[in-house]
Structures are given as C-alpha cells and as structure tokens.
C-alpha cells in the first residue's frame, strides 16, 4: 500500500519505480495544517467557521449512509452502495462547484447528490425500486447515477464540449472508481476531452477496490500517471483531506473555466464498508489494511483540526451529532412513505415525445394485466 508523503508540489511526472508515490496533503491524519505553496492559495478564503460547515456535510453524510444501509438490511431496500470512508472525496469536491456545472456520476456519489441539493426520498426511489430515476437532472444540476461502469465519463466529456460550443465557462465534472479506470469508456473519453480541450474534470475515487479486486492488480503505478499519456494534467490527492480534495477540485475548475481544458483527479482514499450492501468484504479485505486506513478517517482529522483551533467545543460537536440525527429521521421517514407506481408508469418517460413502439407495448402490457383481473388505476 502506498505510504503518506506530504510534498510542497502535485506530482509532475513519474517518481522513481523504488520511491512511494507522493499526494498533496493539506491535514495530516491527525488533523495538522500542512503548508503547501501551489494549493494552500486555493483554499485561502476556508475560514474556521467555513471547515466547520464541512465537517458538519461529512457527519450528515456519513450518519445518512449508516442509516441507508440500516434501512436495507431491514428490507426497506432492496440495495444500498456505502461511501463510508469516501466523504471527503466527495463533499470536499462538491462544495468546489458552482450552481451551473453540471456532475455525472456513478451510483455511490451519494454525498455529491446531497451537496447539489438533492431531496432526501429522491437518494431512495431507485434503490427501494418506485422509480427509475431518482430526481430531475436539470434542477440540481446532477445527472441521475449511472450504473454502467464508466459511461457518464463520456456523457460529462459531451456536455463539456456542449458549454464549450455555448461559450460559457460552466464545467462538468465525472466521477468514477479506480474499477472503471480499465473501461474502455473512459479511455475513450478522456482522448477526446484531451483532443478538444473540453472544459471536464475527471474525478476518481481510488478507494482501492473493484468490488473483490485490489487496484494494485489492474494498476501498476498511479492511476494519475495514466491521464498525462492522454495529454491531460493530473493530481494525486488524499482522498481523505478535505481540504486538500477541495483545493485539487478548485484548481482544476480554474484551468478548465480559463480554456486549458480537461484535468484527472485521483483520490486516493478507501472503501470502508462493502462494494454493496449484497457484498461480504471480509472474504477479501485484509484486516490490518482496514486498520490502517481507519487511523486516516476522513472526518476524525478535520475534528482534531477544529478541536485544535477551539473551534468545535463540545456543544458544538452534539449540536451538529443532533442535526445529523434529525436528517436521518427526515431520511428515513421519506423513504418509507415513499408509495409503489403503477405498472402502467413503467412506459412513462422512457421517450421525451410520444413513441409508437412505445404505445403498443404499453396497450399490450394493459391487456395482459386485464387478462388476469389487475385492475387499472391511471385512467385506463
């Protein structure tokens, strides 16, 4: 496993094949301030007050994923993908964003969906199965999650080039899993990203697993080294620094506003918990790694950071335990009012305008349901 450094720089190149590979660090694991000339500027303006604000996101997140995972395990879902361990890859990277980009992620960006505004019972339908698409895209500025293995890096690599041709300097972003790195589909993506320097961020979460398999079998160096052989920069961050991930992100976005196009972003963090909530990650995960990554919790750090500065006093630290608690509630109680659609809703919204193929298999699929006595509720 590769070991912590902290550098000054983002890796320019290839180290050397004996030297561990390095990534910006901005707090330690045990929540000390590292100084870093290049990417200390792009976090200037994050005030105590404002770190707190994101600790506050991580405990929301990480309680709201705790709780999914109980609603599934007590059959109120039928599956559920964990992020714990993954929260400040992803709020530190959400919160970097404007109103008007436009993410494309995979199904465990669950904390993204949450920083863009998503309505609670909307992280749900999908996964309780009363709807085939959780929210509406063009309010939260979020695509639904995809659940092929890399393709929304070639849907966010058209929209870019879609604002780019607009003329505004609004930038998608892609999320993705160290996993999806050996699809075709994001090879595919970042060669035309890089070859019209479209305004997208690639952001992968190296979490270290491909459901049962190590990245350390598909990936024999950083898989940020990957990006430059398609003549797209790249950054090694610690996933679990959300300040650091917020800095990465922000630079990033600047270079792709500015016209000097796509930027991979690798952060390096762990899956805590298993790929899904059908997965048993104690047939492959080696106890002492997990260990050793749970030393590096994502938010224990900003805690020792904050309790260090006085910032977070214990009234502040149950205020924010209490309001995460009441997000869970308000969770949990969307999910299970959430009502089943009616079998005819099936063909709704699968075309924009109405779509002859489309009405005869909805007129067939009547019959059959009258044919054995199921009684039509949508006006038919």
Known sequence: M???SHTDDAVAGPPAPAEPPGFVTLLDPSGIRVANAEFDPYVADVTNDQLARLYDDLVIVRRLDVEATALQRQGELALWPPLLGQEAAQVGSARALRADDFVFSSYRENAVAYCRG?????????WRGTAQSGWNPFEVGMATPSIVIGAQTLHAMGYAVGCQRDGVDSVAVAYFGDGATSEGDVNEAMIFAASFRAPVVFFCQNNQWAISEPVSLQAQRPLSERAPGFGIPSIRVDGNDVLAVMAATRQALERARCGG?????????????PHTTSDDPSRYVDALQHEEWAAKDPLARVEAHLRDRGVLTDELAESIASHADEIATEFRCGCVELTDPLPLEVFDHVYAEPHRAIARQRSQYAAYLASIGMAQTDGE
């Open 2 to 4: 590769p070991k912590e």
């Open 118 to 126: 998503v309505a609670l019972p909307d992280l749900l339908r999908v």
């Open 261 to 273: 196009g796509p930027t991979f972003i690798e952060a390096v963090t762990y899956r805590m918990g």
